[in-house]
């Protein structure tokens, strides 16, 4: 099996490993080599202590608090002015987070 694991260097000699879609598998390591090392044999032993299924799950009904959202889903899928709406939407909130580069 193939999974996707993503590498972060947090300084030189401390590198974070996580596998996509399994939020709580993360492991540390000192290089990166250590780091894909230690996090294939944490999914390995994780992957010993159960297994992945596939589900089907009802769709909400309409009075379900959890359900009111879904009728917005995809309300921007066609509109023309939606990318430079999320620009300018990342501008503010690298404005309100102090990130602005100068």
């Known amino acids: 099996m193939q999974y ?46 159960g297994k992945f299924m596939t589900i089907e799950v009802e769709a909400p009904k309409e009075g379900n608090q959890n359900a009111t959202w879904m009728k917005y889903a995809g309300i921007f899928a066609s509109d023309p002015t939606f990318d430079d709406f999320m620009e300018k939407l990342s501008v503010i909130r690298k404005e309100a987070n102090g990130t602005v580069d100068e």
């Open 4 to 49: 996707q694991v993503f590498v972060q260097s947090e300084s030189e000699q401390h590198f974070v490993a996580s596998v996509l879609g399994i939020p709580n598998l993360t492991v540390e390591g000192k290089t990166e080599e250590e780091a894909i090392c230690n996090i294939k044999s944490a999914l390995e032993a994780q992957l010993a202590k």
